[in-house]
């Protein structure tokens, strides 16, 4: 049996959330409220029942006139009555000598009445009753007085908070929920519109781009973004789409000429000389496929190379000088300086963390090209230790390439003016280029005044 897992709405969560924390909210406060509401009536009803007591007790003890008949009907007319009111008062030997009405029972002791003498002062319900015990000590008199009373308006208004609190707290949850799902409707709006046009661009219209409109600068800065990683998508595909059309130029020649060459084998009778002529020929293309098809597969490798764990302390004048040497048996008739811009003390300044061979090869692709394309089959290279990376650079008397040359020199495929008549593919320095940024480098074509070729490499110490 399958189960459909029911997809909530985010923006409908979110708004379930909010309301969620404002009735946390609510109802924390209006607990707080009737909590302390609570506490002062029932402090403030204490305070009237003292007052009460001590009332009583003076006009019993110190007006020596009134009798206790009297002061019972004082106390049942008295303006400020309370609800069930009783007053006791008892002599030093715990006897009572006086009580207000005889409707209402309040429990008493001769312990409770020793605690009071000891404490002076107890508050205590009984039931639903508040009951106040003072020991009254004026004159000489060793009294003690109780009062209790049933707050009958104090609670009634404490129910009538408890209910207009409920009412207060369902409507301000009723309000905030609807309030809150229609806010976030209103925010959820602009991102549901870039949603839209989101999704009507594929990769036949990359071109198109988000329009910001909003005020919003959150949504304006997403659009923003998703605008440049249009532009770099787009100039992936674009990357992408020349590579291959260079790459198809580039095998669809050697294999025309193969093709070619045995067709016309097949419909002539050829010598043995021709053959092997022949053969030689196809020999030469068949290289060459291979030799692009090796370059295209290290070019794809070092688009996914991956360092960290391979990656190691390495001397960068010992690479040049072993790149140096293998350069030589390629072209015998290279002349290739290294120096120093200044020899650092320290020796770790000449170091990197990274690949020895595949920094190597990228010395090597550099050195010949500086060889293969100056006037005079001559490079320099120059290492300039620094604190925190290392700069080398290779210097060669060819010519100089134009503006437009040099925006495409790392590009696949690309060869300049000067590349006439010599062998290559154009592949060098798109791989010269990866190697290096793979290692959190960078490298850079410029022309010095004098007309001198410059390839600058920086390499920090540690990527």
Do not use: W
């Not at 009134?66 to 069930?84: G, R, W």
């Not at 009405?101 to 409770?112: A, C, F, G, M, Q």
Request: glycine content about 4%; some cysteine.
């Amino acid at each position: 049996m399958f189960q459909h897992k029911i997809i909530v709405p985010h923006k409908v969560r979110l708004a379930v959330l909010f309301s969620g924390l404002v009735a946390i909210i609510l109802l924390i406060t209006s607990l707080i409220t009737y909590l302390f509401y609570s506490s002062f009536r029932k402090e403030e009803f204490y305070d009237r029942l003292e007052e009460k007591a001590l009332n009583t007790a003076r006009l019993l003890i110190d007006v020596r006139e009134i009798d206790n008949d009297i002061l019972k009907i004082i106390d049942q007319n008295t303006i400020n009555k309370l609800y069930e009111e009783k007053v006791l008062v008892f002599d030093p030997q715990n006897r009572l000598i006086y009580s207000s009405i005889d409707d209402h029972k309040v429990n008493y002791s001769p312990t409770l009445l020793q605690h009071i003498r000891e404490q002076h002062k107890i508050e205590y319900t009984d039931k639903e009753s508040e009951i106040i015990g003072l020991f009254y000590n004026e004159k000489g008199q060793n009294n003690v007085v109780i009062a209790s009373a049933y707050d009958k308006y104090g609670r009634r208004k404490l129910n009538n908070l408890i209910y207009t609190l409920a009412i207060a707290g369902s409507l301000g949850m009723l309000l905030t929920g609807v309030a809150g799902y229609y806010y976030v409707q209103q925010t959820f709006k602009p991102v549901e519109l870039l949603n839209e046009k989101i999704a009507r661009i594929n990769a036949t219209n990359l071109q198109e781009k988000l329009t910001i409109e909003n005020r919003d600068e959150e949504i304006n800065r997403l659009a923003q973004n998703f605008n440049y990683m249009l532009d770099r998508l787009s100039l992936a595909f674009e990357t992408q789409k020349n590579f291959v059309q260079h790459a198809s130029h580039e095998l669809r020649t050697p294999l025309a000429t193969l093709v070619a060459q045995l067709e016309a084998a097949r419909k002539k009778s050829r010598s043995i000389e021709e053959y092997q002529a022949l053969l030689a020929s196809l020999q030469e293309d068949l290289d060459k496929l291979t030799n692009i098809t090796n370059s295209l597969l290290l070019l794809a490798r070092y688009d996914k190379i991956r360092l960290e764990a391979d990656a190691q302390r390495v001397r960068i004048d010992e690479l040049l000088f072993e790149a140096v040497e293998d350069v030589k048996m390629h072209l015998p008739q290279a002349i290739v300086s290294v120096g120093f811009q200044e020899i650092p003390d320290d020796d770790t300044l000449l170091t990197v963390q990274g690949q020895g061979l595949m920094l190597k090869n990228s010395f090597v692709n550099l050195i010949e090209n500086a060889c293969k394309y100056s006037d005079n089959q001559s490079a320099q290279v120059l290492i300039h230790a620094q604190k925190d990376r290392i700069l080398i650079q290779f210097f060669n008397e060819g010519s100089p390439l134009s503006d437009t040359e040099t925006s495409r020199i790392f590009q696949p495929f690309f060869r300049g003016q000067n590349a006439s008549g010599k062998r290559g593919f154009g592949l060098g320095l798109s791989m010269v280029r990866r190697i290096i940024e793979a290692h959190g480098g960078t490298i850079s074509y410029q022309v010095s005044d004098n007309q001198i070729n410059i390839f600058s490499l920086v390499l920090p110490h540690q990527f």
